[in-house]
Structure formats: C-alpha cells, structure tokens
C-alpha cells in the first residue's frame, strides 16, 4: 500500500474552508423546511405557491450549476468559492427581509446560484488539492458539511419554532458565509487550476506549502501536459469515443443520487412525521432532527471507511441498505399494520442512513475522480447539472405522488429505481480507491 503521509495542519484549515460551501449548501437548502411552518399563513401562500417556494431554490442551483464551470476555469477555483459566499450572504438578507411573496422567491434564487455554483465548484477544489490516499475522505468531508449544515437548519428551526422568527432563520445562514469569505484570503488557488493554465512554478509553491509534493509527484506531468487544453477542444472530448463513457457514467450517478429519492426526506420531513401523528409544528420539527443527526452520524462512517473498504463497495451496501427500508415501508403501508406510523419513521431513519453511507458522498469523490483534468470542470458542470434537474424534479413531483400513490406506492417506487442504481453500479462502477486520476481514466476508457 502507497505510503500515507500525514496532512498538515494548514492543509486542513485549507480542507475546512473549502467545505464551509458545503455547509451553506446544506443550510439554505433545508431551512425552509421550518421557515415554510410560518410563512405560509403569513404571506397567505397557497399549496401551489409553497410547492414553488421549497423548490424555486433549486432552479436558481440549476443555473448556478451550469455556469460554476464555467467560472472555475476562467476566474479560478478559489475566487469562485469567494463568489459564492457573497451569494450567501446577499440571498440570505435579501429573504429575511422580504414583505413580499416574490422578494422570497427573489431571495430563494440568489442562494439557489451560489448553491449551484458551489456544488460544482467545491468538491472540484478539494478533489485537486488532495493527494490519492487522503481524496476520497477530504472530498466526502464536503458531504459530511452539508449534512451538518442540514442538520444545523433543523436545529434552527427548532429553536425558532416556539419564536416564529422566520427572518432569523434564514439571517444566520448568512454567518458561515462571512467566516468563510474572510478565511479564503488566507488559501491558495488549486495547484490543478494552476498547472493547468500554465503557472507551474506557483502551483509547486502551493503543493510545497501544503506539503503536498511528495504525493503529487505522480501527476505533475498529466497536469502540465493538460495546461495547453483549449475550450472547444475540450469540449470535443468530452464527447468523444474516448471520454463519452466516463461522462455517462458519471451522469447516471449523478442522476440516481437524486431520483432514488432522498430530498423529499430533506425538504418535506416535517410535513411527513406530522402525517405520522406529530400532529404540532413543535414535535414534527424535533422529530425531524433525528433525521439530520443520523445523516451526520452516518456520514462520518463513510468518511472513515472510504479510504480503507474502497468506494465501491461502501456504495452498493448503501444502495442495497436504500431498497430494504424503501420496500419496508411500502410493504408495511400496503398491509395496512397498526405500526404503520413507527415503520415509517424507523425505515425513513434507516433509509437515510444508507444513502448516507453510500450515495450521498460517493457521488461527489467519484465526480470528482473519474473526469481527466483537461476536460474535469465542463464534465462536473454537466453531472451537476444532471443532479439538481433531477433534484428539481423529484421535489416538484413527490407532494402530488404522494396524493396519488399514498406513502407507500411513492417510496416503492423509489425502491424500484435504487435496484437499477444497485445493478448500475455493479456493473460499470469500477473500484477507484487509491489510484491516480490519471490510473482511473485508464480504467474506465477499458
């Protein structure tokens, strides 16, 4: 096994700094899951215009997504991470003070962007700056911050809860941003971003600084021969023979994170428990903090374990353990038992768990694993993309599934599509741990 030298302490400030994103991301994300609680009979809101409240997020993260490509190639890693923070921070204040339903709506979009944007932008950096033995836990560590930051907005929406305050609930999400703003003046660019557009001799500088460059020996050479890399080159092969079945598989990856169904668990959790009998805002609000406690506590297992069992293997026991508690809980709807209300609670608990486990983070370290450095920010901007389409569609359509089809028609469902992702993945998803970047696209091009 490949000697694994220890991090520095400047390299976790760095690491930390950089998953602050990630935090955000999960945040303004999952605040409005409480917020909604009050602003609805505040602003008179209909079924319909919640439904665009809860999910107008997301297509501001669309967009987001589609130019946080673009923007990490042309302003660099590390400025655009900076550019998102202010999003934060703008979106933030903008909804906290809204005397409107459309300067919500505004103030929803702003954070959706610099959550898209972020989303893209982030695991590229951490995937560039981490050497192979450390990748896939620093990168998962940017999944490990969104579940905290999930967590921290139900925490909020708890304690806000028996004070209505909907505008400080989302005036807090603006604080990470600030520490995380002033924090980047003290990181460095990407040494990737660096090779790549032609400053070698500064990103030494910074893999020295990060005492970095005894493990990044191995790929200074694919980095330097990428520097000369030109946009529509790139993009021709992306789309090539050659590089089309990375893309796809890293697309359907994206995509299964998503429609496998995890974010109406995320966005309508209050709404589920109290359907399950927490009837008060109070208690279907506590009662969703387990929920983010476990996505927590689940995380860090798979930040542990990534690196010593492979991701691989971690990510078809999470898909696997996904299925159980998804078929669980319709079979248990659909014959009706007494304990309907308890199995529905316990397999929601067990079913974030796994996804916790194998989905969540394996996405974002494989996104950032398999693209060659050349072509690596349009494909996680297409991949991104993917992810909060289908986010966005998933979030759109459950509240109408679940009228339809009941809780237990909806989450089978979901069921069914995590046994494609399970064969999908057993199938063209090869093992990636500890292998250079450069080793992994040998792999999959075969």
Same mark, same amino acid.
């Given at each position: 096994?490949?000697?694994?030298?220890?991090?520095?302490?400047?390299?976790?400030?760095?690491?930390?700094?950089?998953?602050?994103?990630?935090?955000?991301?999960?945040?303004?994300?999952?605040?409005?899951?409480?917020?909604?609680?009050?602003?609805?009979?505040?602003?008179?809101?209909?079924?319909?215009?919640q439904g665009v409240l809860v999910s107008?997020?997301? =297509?501001?993260?669309?967009?987001?997504?589609?130019?946080? +490509?673009?923007?990490?190639?042309?302003?660099?890693?590390?400025?655009?991470?900076?550019?998102? #923070?202010?999003?934060?921070?703008?979106?933030?204040?903008?909804?906290?003070?809204?005397?409107?339903?459309?300067?919500?709506?505004?103030?929803?979009?702003?954070?959706?962007?610099?959550?898209?944007?972020?989303?893209?932008?982030?695991?590229?950096?951490?995937?560039?700056?981490?050497?192979?033995?450390?990748?896939?836990?620093?990168?998962?560590?940017?999944?490990?911050?969104?579940?905290?930051?999930?967590?921290?907005?139900?925490?909020?929406?708890?304690?806000?809860? *028996?004070?209505?305050?909907?505008?400080?609930?989302?005036?807090? +999400?603006?604080?990470?941003?600030?520490?995380?703003?002033?924090?980047?003046?003290?990181?460095?660019?990407?040494?990737?971003?660096?090779? *790549?557009?032609?400053?070698?001799?500064?990103?030494?500088?910074?893999?020295?600084?990060?005492?970095?460059?005894?493990?990044?020996?191995?790929?200074?050479?694919?980095?330097?021969?990428?520097?000369?890399?030109?946009?529509?080159?790139?993009?021709?092969?992306?789309?090539?023979?050659?590089?089309?079945?990375?893309?796809?598989?890293g697309l359907f990856i994206s995509a299964?994170?998503?429609?496998? $169904?995890?974010?109406?668990?995320?966005?309508?959790?209050?709404?589920?428990?109290?359907?399950?009998?927490?009837?008060?805002?109070? @208690?279907?609000?506590?009662?969703?903090?387990?929920?983010?406690? &476990?996505?927590?506590?689940?995380?860090?297992?798979?930040?542990?374990?990534?690196?010593?069992?492979?991701?691989?293997?971690?990510?078809?026991?999470?898909?696997?353990?996904?299925?159980? @508690?998804?078929?669980?809980?319709?079979?248990?709807?659909?014959?009706?038992?007494? =304990?309907?209300?308890?199995?529905?609670?316990?397999?929601?608990?067990?079913?974030? #768990?796994?996804?916790?486990?194998?989905?969540?983070?394996?996405?974002?370290? =494989?996104?950032?694993?398999?693209?060659?450095? *050349?072509?690596?920010?349009?494909?996680?901007?297409?991949?991104?993309?993917?992810?909060?389409?289908?986010?966005?569609?998933?979030?759109?359509?459950?509240?109408?599934?679940?009228? @339809?089809?009941?809780? $237990?028609? @909806?989450?089978?469902?979901?069921?069914?599509?995590?046994?494609?992702?399970?064969?999908?993945?057993?199938?063209?998803?090869?093992?990636?741990?500890?292998?250079?970047?450069?080793?992994?696209?040998? &792999?999959?091009? *075969?």
């Amino acid at each position: 096994m490949a000697h694994k030298q220890r991090l520095s302490r400047y390299m976790i400030f760095v690491v930390t700094t950089a998953c602050l994103g990630g935090l955000l991301f999960g945040y303004h994300t999952a605040i409005i899951s409480g917020a909604l609680i009050f602003l609805s009979p505040i602003f008179h809101l209909s079924i319909a215009e919640q439904g665009v409240l809860v999910s107008i997020i997301l =297509l501001g993260a669309l967009a987001g997504a589609l130019i946080g +490509g673009y923007l990490a190639d042309c302003l660099g890693r590390k400025w655009t991470i900076m550019l998102t #923070a202010v999003l934060f921070i703008l979106g933030s204040w903008i909804t906290a003070e809204s005397h409107s339903y459309f300067m919500l709506l505004a103030g929803r979009v702003v954070s959706g962007i610099a959550v898209g944007v972020i989303s893209v932008t982030a695991p590229l950096y951490l995937a560039e700056i981490a050497p192979p033995n450390h990748r896939g836990a620093i990168v998962s560590t940017y999944q490990l911050f969104i579940t905290l930051g999930i967590l921290g907005a139900y925490i909020i929406n708890y304690i806000y809860a *028996k004070k209505a305050d909907w505008q400080e609930m989302f005036i807090i +999400g603006s604080l990470p941003a600030a520490i995380q703003l002033l924090a980047l003046f003290f990181t460095p660019e990407s040494p990737g971003w660096l090779f *790549k557009n032609g400053k070698s001799r500064l990103a030494i500088i910074v893999l020295e600084r990060l005492r970095l460059d005894r493990d990044w020996k191995g790929h200074i050479g694919e980095m330097k021969h990428s520097a000369s890399s030109r946009n529509k080159k790139a993009w021709r092969l992306l789309f090539s023979s050659k590089l089309s079945p990375i893309l796809f598989i890293g697309l359907f990856i994206s995509a299964f994170q998503q429609i496998t $169904g995890i974010n109406t668990i995320i966005y309508y959790a209050p709404r589920i428990f109290q359907g399950a009998g927490y009837t008060s805002a109070i @208690s279907a609000t506590f009662a969703t903090l387990s929920i983010g406690v &476990i996505n927590v506590l689940a995380t860090l297992v798979s930040v542990w374990l990534l690196d010593r069992i492979g991701r691989r293997r971690l990510l078809l026991i999470g898909i696997a353990g996904m299925v159980v @508690s998804l078929c669980s809980l319709a079979i248990t709807s659909f014959l009706r038992s007494s =304990l309907i209300d308890e199995m529905a609670v316990v397999s929601l608990m067990t079913y974030v #768990a796994f996804f916790a486990i194998g989905l969540g983070p394996i996405t974002w370290v =494989l996104l950032s694993e398999i693209y060659p450095l *050349k072509v690596r920010g349009k494909a996680m901007t297409l991949a991104t993309f993917v992810n909060w389409l289908c986010n966005y569609f998933v979030s759109l359509t459950f509240p109408s599934l679940l009228v @339809s089809m009941g809780i $237990g028609g @909806s989450f089978l469902a979901y069921g069914v599509i995590s046994m494609i992702a399970f064969w999908f993945v057993l199938r063209y998803v090869p093992e990636t741990k500890e292998k250079s970047l450069e080793e992994i696209e040998q &792999i999959l091009q *075969k």
